[in-house]
């Protein structure tokens, strides 16, 4: 069964998208940038729009694919659910909770199927990790410590991400959300946060480092960092449960090898014995996790990845945005 999709917001992840359908026909792509549009439709044979509401008129769109600036995601993920259409919306899926609100009732009154795009759980090295975790090999978890950054590039400060009104926030509410969400993926619920979110470096009105200190009911913490001033691009995350860790690092591309390190704890402890997963071919979780979404709809299953996510992830953002003093829903 091949499922009509449409894309809103056609620059590089709508793009990415496209290239990684699948099994899905791309029946007509939209952005306010209508060369965008129109070039992403020619290559695929699409309709093209400058106004996203025209794509929703269309009956064989299934699938609304939205990848436009933070500003929008709502709104749109909203009016699609509306027109009856599945939804794969990218994370943070809302600016803030408030924007979020009208899309989660929106969603539970419907039987359309809503997945957030939060596609680092769709890694090789965490799709290995969630086997090694779910097998009981790591025993019970005790904490997670981790790291997401880059350095941006001359003109960063000029870019929507630093303009608060299109992206809701700055680093925290970008790489921070990904981070967030793997943790409580292991983890679970945060019932404790604590942060704190700085401009250090980028003259821009949004932070460009986000700490934080999360903490579960059981007592396991999640101790995060995602930094705009990396300079060095790095992802490492470590997850230590009781009888051993497992160490993921790099994303592939300008970020390294995506490899994970499994140090089993021995019962006589000492030096633990050590697996190697690298991961050196291309990245293949955009694929993967649409591919998880066809089947979502198809088995009319609920999405793993869906509105709650975002909300649980937001909501940590936004505690430590009022905390830090950063006021980005006025």
Same mark, same amino acid.
């Given at each position: ?130 086997? &090694?975790?779910? @097998? ?6 005790? /904490?997670?410590?981790?790291? +997401? #950054?880059?350095? =941006?590039? !001359? ?68 101790? &995060?960092?995602? @930094? ?6 790095? /992802?490492?995350?470590?997850? +230590? #449960?009781?009888? =051993?860790? !497992? ?84």
């Amino acid at each position: 069964m091949s499922f009509g999709v449409g894309i809103i917001g056609c620059g590089l992840i709508g793009q990415k998208r496209a290239q990684f359908l699948g099994e899905g026909r791309l029946v007509a792509c939209a952005d306010i940038n209508k060369e965008k549009a129109k070039a992403l439709a020619q290559t695929n044979g699409a309709e093209s729009f400058s106004d996203w509401r025209k794509l929703l008129t269309i009956p064989e769109v299934e699938i609304i694919f939205v990848s436009t600036l933070h500003e929008t995601l709502a709104e749109i993920t909203l009016a699609a659910i509306e027109a009856g259409k599945h939804v794969l919306v990218e994370k943070p899926a809302a600016r803030n909770l408030a924007e979020l609100a009208p899309v989660m009732a929106a969603a539970e009154q419907s039987t359309v199927m809503i997945r957030v795009g939060f596609n680092h759980r769709y890694h090789h090295a965490f799709r290995k990790a969630r086997e &090694l975790f779910e @097998s009981g090999q790591l025993g019970e978890l005790m /904490f997670i410590r981790a790291r +997401y #950054g880059h350095g =941006g590039r !001359l003109g960063y400060d000029k870019e929507w991400r630093a303009n608060p009104k299109l992206s809701g926030g700055g680093e925290l509410i970008d790489q921070g959300s990904h981070l967030i969400d793997l943790s409580r993926w292991f983890l679970g619920e945060f019932i404790d946060v604590q942060g704190f979110a700085h401009t250090y470096y980028w003259n821009m009105p949004v932070e460009d480092n986000g700490f934080m200190l999360l903490r579960t009911a059981k007592n396991q913490v999640a101790f &995060l960092h995602a @930094s705009w001033t990396e300079w060095k691009n790095l /992802f490492s995350m470590e997850i +230590y #449960g009781r009888d =051993g860790k !497992l160490d993921i690092s790099g994303l592939g591309g300008s970020y390294g090898v995506e490899r994970l390190t499994h140090y089993k704890m021995l019962p006589q402890m000492g030096p633990p014995e050590i697996m190697v997963w690298e991961y050196p071919e291309a990245d293949d979780s955009w694929a993967v996790e649409i591919a998880e979404f066809y089947d979502d709809i198809r088995m009319n299953r609920s999405p793993v990845v869906g509105l709650r996510d975002a909300y649980e992830s937001l909501k940590v953002i936004q505690k430590i945005y009022k905390e830090s003093g950063y006021d980005y829903n006025s």
